[in-house]
């Protein structure tokens, strides 16, 4: 699977796009839409990986639709990715969002912060709308170490939005996993972060600062003028400045933590997995952990201290004491782990952070990567349901949450 090898991130983006522009990337998105449909009607229940459907409907989608060859191939590619998650019992897919897909052969990224987009016609140059005093967006349009991947254009509103895909390569494991002490971290909605060593990073503020830029949102769209649009625009920066504070200090917490531990490493479940893993989690809280991520590896590479990403299957549903893993582990209304075999109980973001960060332990229950680790930083406390977190008397000046 090529897709471990790298490290992906989304820098999502305005974009400025002229009216002649509009027009044409509105029919991209028409024809786009057009085209993965025609390719599932074609393949549906025939077919389903990238290269047979894109062998069965390629020609199709180049005769009947005005898309370019490129984006013929990523519309089948798409269209096999949907009746693949379609296919056990689900209806055949219909394509009505106004979305385009778009690689490295559809886009061309430059260095004065504008992107060149095929369409149906002659390709587009826009404008993307980064924050003045400097976005995440700028953590990877700026470093030579991301490079542009995958990526997505939305029309929302009468708005476009670009998710800017970047890559980079997954760095080695090898030598600084040996023998190392690992930080296990569990990402959540209720508990953005929670560590192997019961620190609890609640969402709170995050989960309302949202919502109260959604309502901003909707009262000025309804509005629909152009300082309305203004205005909603530097809400979102707002937001984006708003959440970045709040990230960096979460950051801080998890880092401090490796200092106070000892820690070589920090785990995390592989961000496209957590999210699939959470019910309640949108792109919102995608976006978060990505950033939250990137600030965890940035504050940790000054300390030589590697961040690793692991397979977090089953790291929520395994018993941290006996090893006994089931879905029915899992009181969801009370955020409580109770394990169906030894009757252990403890807060079940902290139990999955324990799992993962057992994940990387040579020769644990988990090792499926065989990261080579030696220990689990762990806390030295208890968490109850009632009290949450009581650390043992050394260690009582720590933070319980913040
Ligand atoms: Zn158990």
């Known amino acids: 699977m090529a897709d471990t090898e790298y490290c992906r991130r989304t820098a999502v983006t305005g974009l400025s796009v002229s009216p002649t522009d509009a027009t044409r990337l509105r029919e991209l998105v028409e024809e786009w839409k057009r085209g993965c449909q025609l390719a599932v009607n074609e393949a549906w229940g025939v077919c389903h990986t990238r290269s047979e459907v894109q062998q ?8 009947e639709t ?7 191939v990523l519309a089948t590619h798409r269209a096999a990715e949907a009746i693949k998650r379609a296919r056990d019992g689900g209806e055949k897919p219909e394509f009505t969002a106004p979305t385009v897909a778009f690689d490295t052969r559809t886009m061309t990224v430059f260095d ?31 470093d030579e170490r991301w490079e542009p991947a995958k990526s997505a254009l939305h029309y929302r509103d009468g708005e476009f939005v670009f998710h800017l895909g970047f890559r980079t390569p997954r760095p080695g494991m090898d030598p600084p996993t040996e023998g190392a002490t690992v930080l296990g971290v569990d990402l959540g909605v209720e508990n953005l972060a929670v560590t192997s060593t019961a620190r609890f990073f609640p969402a709170g503020d995050l989960q309302h600062r949202r919502e109260e830029f959604e309502r901003v949102r909707a009262s000025l769209e309804a509005t629909g003028t152009r300082s309305a649009q203004r205005t909603l625009r530097q809400a979102g920066y707002r937001l984006d400045q708003q959440v970045g504070h709040r990230l960096h200090e979460v950051a801080n917490g998890i880092v401090a933590e490796t200092d106070r531990y ?5 785990a995390f479940g592989e961000l496209d997995e957590v999210r699939e893993m959470l019910p309640d989690a949108g792109p919102y809280h995608q976006w978060l952990f990505e950033r939250l991520l990137s600030f965890v590896e940035y504050r940790a590479a000054e300390r030589d201290i590697a961040v690793v990403e692991v397979n977090p299957e089953y790291t929520s549903q395994r018993c941290m004491e006996c090893g006994f893993t089931h879905p029915q582990n899992r009181n969801l209304d009370a955020g409580q782990f109770e ?19 057992f994940r990387c332990v040579r020769r644990g229950p988990l090792s499926s990567r065989g990261l080579g680790a030696a220990a689990c ?3 030295s406390g208890v968490v109850t349901p009632d009290d949450g977190f009581t650390p043992y008397a050394e260690l009582s000046e720590a933070p319980k949450s913040d």
């Open 66 to 72: 005005d898309l370019g060859s490129q984006h013929a």
């Open 377 to 379: 930083a762990l806390q």
């Open 262 to 266: 000892d820690c070589d490493l920090v």
């Open 56 to 63: 069965l409907a390629y020609d199709v989608l180049r005769e």
């Open 112 to 142: 004065d912060r504008t992107v060149s987009l095929t369409t149906t016609r002659e390709r587009v140059r826009c404008e993307l709308d980064v924050p003045d005093d400097g976005g995440y967006q700028t953590e990877y349009l700026d």
């Open 339 to 357: 394990c169906l075999k030894c009757g252990a109980s403890a807060n079940d973001d902290y139990n999955a952070a324990k799992n993962i960060a």
